[in-house]
């Protein structure tokens, strides 16, 4: 036995249907054969033609293979001494099926023999095989070593070895970006230059792909082609199903190398993987903050723009975020979703129920770093951190007042416009503040909810139970600054003080006659 010489492996390959040859090529048989040294190219005759005449029996062999050394044949490339047969002459029935398909090909602008063999395998009546011959699929004779892929061409096969190697030949020029295809390079250089070619024609958004452009047309038309088989859920792109599903089956793939914390989705453990490194990618153009995520940053922008783009549609309040929206829109509902576990408490925010539960267990998480202080809320120990470094960020437009709070600053305001908002049900008075009314009105109860650890006394306010446990201790915090009394009230040592300042009551502002009156 002995192997058959070719040119190359593509004139074999060329020539296989019309020799009659079958044989599948590997990827390791391509690859080495198409890297020897080879003649130059013949150009392929187009089928319906005799294939190049042999000028003796010698030559006719070099109308088949030679594969590298060391490697076999396949068994229809291998033939004994003397058994050799001339390539084979189409009979009528196959040249009347080889003329129809060239008609074909005048009529299109291009077909690769790669097309004709395609349209033979999809059931034409070429060489080989008749309308109803058994062959009805494309013959994919490159075959991959890694993988045991098929493909119909060397160069697809190329392409997808490239896979499994790593390779990326395409290198963009602007950046380090590689990639395995042209088209890929060509689809990424549109970031670089920011041409999107794609337009919608219902609105004016553009996109660099046309998938993305298909897939943002279904937000005009509403159609959602992606069901889920275990809920009523449905969603325009199958990624979101895909990720939706895990849901169901409480798989979570993806899992952080730092900590035991798993996640559905990969964006979200890269965004996880942040707190670790303490890195937040995305700086505020306006100002000096920076954010884990992209979408607090677009959040954050608005403060500066002002812009609330979600509207109310019961009121006429509108809010920076989706979330708040839909917090606010529950206090129309009246809806409390949130119950506490430990009493009969239900609040419209988790944040909240969570915050109420920790008062069950008296846990105050925030400690201060200054002072031995702890607070339920961190919020309570950002606004605490203030009377150490003295700053009151929030001053008053029609004095020189500042306060640490904002509520502070509102609460304020209300002197100078004479607004008491706060009514009692039960009488008359008004009050600057709701505290104030709700201190008010257990007066009218006669309840006492504080009561002194020492003696039988309750009292209405706190404030006044911690001013009378100063008896039991005999402390005096308030100390005249021009003789040494000293008080155990602030209003004392005021009352006190006009004696050193000769001021009569009547010069005293009325609230503060009051509340001497109320001393003595």
Known sequence: MSHLPSSSVRDHMKWAGLLGCEAVLSSMALMQASSM???????????GHAPPQREGPDRAPQSHMILPSGMSCPPLLIRKEGEFQAPRLLD?????ANEDMQQ????????????VREQEGRGGKGAGGDENGPSSKVQKNFICDHCYGAFRSGYHLKRHILIHTGEKPYACAVCDMRFIQRYHLERHSLIHTGVKPYACSMCDMRFFQRYHLERHRLTHTGVKPYACSMCDMRFFQRYHLARHSLTHTGVKPYAC???DMRFFQRYHLARHSLTHTGVKPYACSMCDMRFFQRYHLARHTLTHTGVKPYACSMCDMRFFQRYHLARHSLTHTGVKPYACTMCDMRFIQRYQLERHSLTHTGVKPYACTMCDKRFFQRYHLARHSLTHMGVKPYACTMCDMKFF???HLARHSLTHTGVKPYACTMCDKRFFQRYHLARHSLTHMGVKPFACTMCDMRFVQRYHLARHSLTHTGVKPYACSMCDMRFIQRNHLERHSLTHTGMRSSTVPLFRRKALALAT
Do not use: G, H, I, W
Not at 92 to 96: A, L, V
């Open 257 to 259: 190398s730092m900590c």
């Open 37 to 47: 040294a080879a003649p130059p190219k013949k150009m392929m005759a187009p089928l």
């Open 92 to 96: 009528e029935k196959e040249m009347r």
């Open 405 to 407: 709070q904002r509520y």
């Open 104 to 115: 074909k090909k005048k009529n299109r602008k291009s077909v690769t023999p790669c097309k």
